[in-house]
């Protein structure tokens, strides 16, 4: 999945779409000694650039043997990559820790998303994890956004970016290259004004793939 995906990042760069490439690790491959051997091989060999891609992993991942994990994170950091916690608030993660570790990104998970509007809890917990990214200077992307009203007040808070369902399921490369060029090519066919609103709007997680 790791080298398909870089391979696949460059290729669409090559065709004018500079995206950056998401990759969710699994727990096994976050332990293999050899990891950021990996990733250096795989950015070599489709010719990605290192900031073009970003490495998700849970809280339970790096709490796992965490002193262990987080010295595994800042070689990924030294390679160039980004790094993201995904499905965060559902682990168990200290402050302590968090402050630790050298991410760029704090995914807030779909299930307090999902229930905001009708949830006090979960939308307090939104509200702490958009603050808190805020404080330390990471970015947000809220996962599972799944219409306007969730998309409204998340941007109040200000989420930095958004993928769910509101936007587009997910797609294989040929729909969403095709889906991209659709999008791109409707833009530039809007007045100067109306294209820039559309695209504050749209490129914050408009598809699954950033």
């Known amino acids: 999945m790791l080298y398909s995906a870089c391979a696949q990042a460059s290729a669409w760069r090559r065709l004018g779409h500079p995206l950056a490439m998401a990759v969710n690790l699994s727990a096994r491959q976050f332990r293999q000694k050899n990891l950021c051997e990996m990733v250096e091989l795989a950015l070599s060999d489709s010719g990605l650039d290192a900031p073009q891609l970003e490495l998700e992993i849970t809280e339970s991942m790096i709490m796992h043997r965490a002193e262990h994990a987080i010295a595994t994170l800042h070689r990924l950091r030294d390679i160039g990559v980004l790094l993201s916690v995904d499905d965060f608030g559902t682990g168990y993660s200290s402050l302590s ?10 995914k807030v998970d779909q299930s307090f998303v ?8 979960d939308a307090a917990i939104v509200r702490a994890v958009i603050a808190l990214a805020r404080s330390m200077n990471l970015r947000t992307v809220a996962e599972g956004v799944e219409n306007e009203q969730q998309l409204a007040y998340l941007a109040g808070l200000g989420c930095d970016e958004y993928q769910g369902y509101h936007f587009s399921k997910p797609l294989p490369a040929a729909e969403f290259l095709s889906l991209l060029q659709a999008e791109q090519a409707a833009t530039r066919r809007l007045p100067v ?3 820039e609103s559309t695209c504050e709007r749209a ?3 408009s598809a699954p793939l950033r």
Do not use: C, I, Q
């Open 97 to 106: 820790y968090l402050k630790r570790f050298p991410v760029y990104t704090l």
């Open 114 to 121: 999902r229930e905001l509007h009708h949830n006090a809890d």
């Open 193 to 195: 004004a109306a294209a």
């Open 203 to 205: 490129a914050p997680g």
